[in-house]
Structures are given as structure tokens and as C-alpha cells.
């Protein structure tokens, strides 16, 4: 079967003297030395054999450049799973001790601090980024992460999640402390109005525990803790992810149950995924897609990779019955979906809640 170039191959090169001067896709195979007498200014070599180190080492002796004379092909990159792969930063926020937001390189593991706060989720909008600090409200920030606009509420509302609705031009907020999602224009910050999902009017403590909130094409999305209003009464199967009728006000259908502290949403075109934290686990509809050994809150993704946020594990009592291995790290744990692998990049804080993937250069 012949191969269709993209761009002109001259020819190949390969370290098997018997295959020099025959031909290979309709190209000659010469041998390496045949590089040497290249003009390097003129020459790109693609490395389509699963010897990248060695290979890498050898062009390297004849002065040749990774990046700039020779890459490696994408399809032995993919086989090769993380060494070759190129991540595009992420934006991490923290809340609790050594709260704040991250600038996160993947790649070399450098990590800046950007801003300090008790931070939740966080919402593209245009230029800014809108953060939610649990004591400080909605923060608007430039592309400096410089804080340009707030709109303060008390520490009693507990905003946890953010959403944009960009055909309203509103953000929802999840106010977890009144079982309420804020509606804010999305200009001023100001709240507009509320959805109450709340089973009383004026409860004595919230019932639900709202934590994530996701818009998608006219739908709206919520996580919390208990469906019922009993997590209180330390009952963790009640959990749920749900979905919002945003015309009635209330909450329009139940769309996976039997979750243990969920939080993180994240719809990537082809279905939902959700961090089932207490479980340690992550969700693709309703299978567990990723089990961790870790408590996961805060998700991303970017081509086949997940971002998942593991923070410290608090309560041990709730997990030593049932894992056997708990990490106590925070960080990112960066896991490929086709392969099954992962690597970890460890943060300086205790506890992650959103993550959210910057454009690349």
C-alpha cells in the first residue's frame, strides 16, 4: 500500500545496513552518514521508530536539534505516552491553608503563586478570568491575574461553583450555604436573581451542599452532596448530579445517583464526567473511569488527557475501611485516557477545587 506525504520526503535513513540503496514507500533508505552532508538549515528529520532515545542521542552527535531539525513522528509520540507529549498550562485554585491560585507547567513541574484567597471555581470571560473566594465574592481578573472588579457577599452564602450563560450573559454561582444558585450579570457582578433549591424556604443549615454547577447548551447542571438533605447524618450514597430546569426554578431531573461527595462536572462533547471524591474515582456517565487513591475535586481536560486535583485526605475514618492505600498528596494527577496512565505533579497547597486548561502558544 503506498503512502500519501503530507509534506516531501526526501528520502529515509535508517541504522540497518542491508536496507541501504533499496526503497521503501517509493523513497531510497540511505544510510545515516548520508545526514552529515545535509545543510542543517534545510533539514527536518521525522523519527518513526519506537528508539527515540537512541536515535535522539545519534542525531544529536551529528549536530542536529530536537525541535528544530528533527521531531518525533505523532504516531510513535502516542505510543510512547508521556515522555513526548507537550501539556498546556493550568490554572489550579485552593482553598483552605496556603489558598490561592497556581499557575501550573505541567511539563517542567514549576509551579507560581498567583494570588491568595480561599478560592473555588473559576469562569473564562472574554479576556478575564471570574474567581470565586469563599470570604470575598466574585473577582474579576485581567491577563495579569490582577484583580480588576469584585462583588463582595458574606461568608455565609459559601459560593462554591461558576458558570457562564452566554445567552443570558449570566454567571451562576452556587451559594452552598443557602442551597441557592446566584444568578450575576455578567458585566457588573451585581446578583440579579436566584434559583432556590433548597426543600424549605429558610432552612437552619443547607440541606444539599451544591458544589459543582455546569451551563450547556441551555442546560444546567448541578453536583451536591445529598439529593435528600441528609448528609448531615454522615449518609454519603445520596449524592447525585442533576440537572436544572432554569424557567421552574427547581430541580428537573436526577441524571446520576448514588454518589459519594461529588463535585467536579466536566461535559467534553461526547458525555459527562464527574469526580465521585469520597470514592476516590472519576466518572464517565455511569462508570467509573479513573479510580484514584486519592480525594479528586477539580477537573479538566485537554486532546486524550484528564486533569483530575487530588487534595489532602481529611477524615481518615471514612476511608481506612475501604482503600487500603490513601495518599495524602496534593497536586495534579495527569492521566491519560487511552492508555491508563498517570504521573502526578504535587502543589504546595492542602486542598484543590477547579482546574482550568489555558490556550496554548
Not at 444558585?181 to 444539599?208: K, M, V
Not at 421552574?248 to 458525555?271: C, E, F, T, V, Y
Not at 486532546?303 to 482503600?323: E, P, V
Not at 502526578?344 to 496554548?360: C, G, N, Q, R, Y
Request: proline share 3%; with cysteine; charged share 20%.
Amino acid at each position: 500500500m503506498s503512502v500519501q506525504f503530507r509534506y516531501p520526503v526526501a528520502y529515509f535513513v535508517d541504522n540497518d545496513e542491508s536496507k541501504w540503496g533499496k526503497t521503501f514507500q517509493g523513497r531510497i533508505v540511505a544510510s545515516p552518514d548520508e545526514l552529515a552532508q545535509e545543510d542543517l538549515d534545510g533539514v527536518v528529520v521525522v523519527i518513526a521508530s519506537t528508539a527515540v532515545e537512541e536515535i535522539t542521542v545519534q542525531l544529536e552527535r551529528m549536530g542536529l536539534i530536537s525541535g528544530l531539525n528533527f521531531l518525533v513522528s505523532p504516531l510513535i509520540a502516542g505510543q510512547m505516552g508521556e515522555k513526548n507529549t507537550i501539556h498546556p498550562k493550568l490554572l489550579v485554585s485552593c482553598f483552605e491553608v496556603d489558598g490561592g491560585l497556581y499557575l501550573v507547567d505541567i511539563n517542567s513541574g514549576d509551579k507560581k503563586f498567583l494570588l491568595e484567597g480561599n478560592l473555588r471555581g473559576m469562569q473564562p470571560h472574554g479576556d478575564t478570568i471570574v474567581v470565586v473566594d469563599e470570604h470575598k465574592g466574585l473577582i474579576r481578573l485581567d491577563t495579569d491575574f490582577i484583580e480588576i472588579q469584585r462583588c463582595e457577599m458574606p461568608d455565609s452564602v459559601n459560593m462554591h461553583g461558576i458558570t457562564f450563560n452566554p445567552d443570558e450573559n449570566v454567571f451562576y454561582v452556587n451559594e452552598t450555604g443557602r442551597d441557592r444558585i446566584g444568578i450575576y450579570d455578567a458585566e457588573t457582578l451585581n446578583r440579579i436573581n436566584e434559583i432556590n433549591l433548597g426543600r424549605e424556604s429558610n432552612p437552619a443549615f443547607e440541606q444539599h451542599h451544591i458544589n459543582d454547577v455546569l451551563y450547556e447548551n441551555g442546560r444546567l447542571f448541578v453536583s451536591m452532596f445529598s439529593r435528600q438533605g441528609v448528609w448531615r447524618k454522615n449518609i454519603w450514597s445520596d449524592g447525585c448530579l442533576a440537572s436544572v430546569d432554569i424557567k421552574a426554578n427547581k430541580l428537573d431531573q436526577i441524571l446520576l445517583g448514588g454518589l459519594k461527595q461529588p463535585h467536579s462536572i466536566l461535559n467534553d462533547g461526547g458525555g459527562m464526567w464527574i469526580c465521585n471524591s469520597m470514592d476516590c474515582s472519576v466518572w464517565f456517565g455511569d462508570q467509573i473511569m479513573c479510580q484514584t487513591n486519592g480525594y479528586v475535586r477539580g477537573l479538566a481536560k485537554h486532546q486524550h488527557y484528564l486533569y483530575i486535583g487530588q487534595s489532602t485526605m481529611r477524615r481518615l475514618d471514612r476511608f481506612a475501611n475501604r482503600f487500603n492505600n490513601i495518599s495524602l498528596d496534593c497536586g495534579i494527577l495527569v492521566w491519560n485516557i487511552d492508555n491508563k496512565t498517570s504521573r502526578f505533579v504535587s502543589l504546595p497547597a492542602k486542598s484543590v477545587f477547579d482546574i482550568l486548561v489555558l490556550e496554548t502558544d
